[in-house]
């Protein structure tokens, strides 16, 4: 049987804070904090902001990857959130880490999509 | 209308050539050869091997990124290609690298899904 390494959630989230769109630093700063309290661990991590506005941030685990991309013009992100269970099972905390950065943007309306890899 | 930003392929690809999912070095001139040859923009990247074996490696583009972790005691990887479309139209240039990867990992079977986010 083949392996199966864990969920990944995909979601496009609206929000009218443009602020936090438009540049990485509350960003990065709470995503540091979220690995920390869910016990993630970080490999390495590159934020980079867009000089016309927007970001890209991705931090990479050992239980895979957590990427965030932002069209501040559009009051949009896409996010993913892929979490394998290769030590323990994560498939809740990924749930629950979603719904803190849906919180955290102030989204308005989000769409969300679950693959088990 | 919501902005849609483009293609996001997920992939599960299997290989009995363990020693390309051991350690990044190949993956990582690869991955990068690859940018340059489709004329994409990488705004940073991680590669971390484990020491147990395997690795993750992340290339961050200005059109989204390219992300994928190995596990080489299942001969497997995970990978996602994903092209935003904001300065051009990048899905076939998502499937046409996705075509190079599975090459590159001389693969036996993969699954593949869509995602256009």
Known sequence: ??????????????????????????????????????????????????????????????????AVH???EYGMLTLDIYLSNNKKQNDQKARDLFEEIVRFYDSHSCSKKEVIR
Chains 1, 2 share one sequence.
């Not at 991590?45 to 506005?53: A, D, I, L, Y």
């Open 70 to 72: 932002t069209w501040p």
């Open 1 to 66: 049987m083949n392996y199966i390494p864990g969920l990944h959630i995909l979601a496009e989230i609206y929000t009218d804070k443009t602020d936090l769109l438009s540049d990485y630093s509350f960003a990065k700063d709470f995503f540091n904090e979220k690995v920390i309290f869910y016990n993630l661990n970080k490999v390495g991590e590159v934020f980079h902001n867009f000089p016309e506005g927007g970001y890209t941030g991705v931090v990479c685990l050992t239980e895979s990857h957590l």
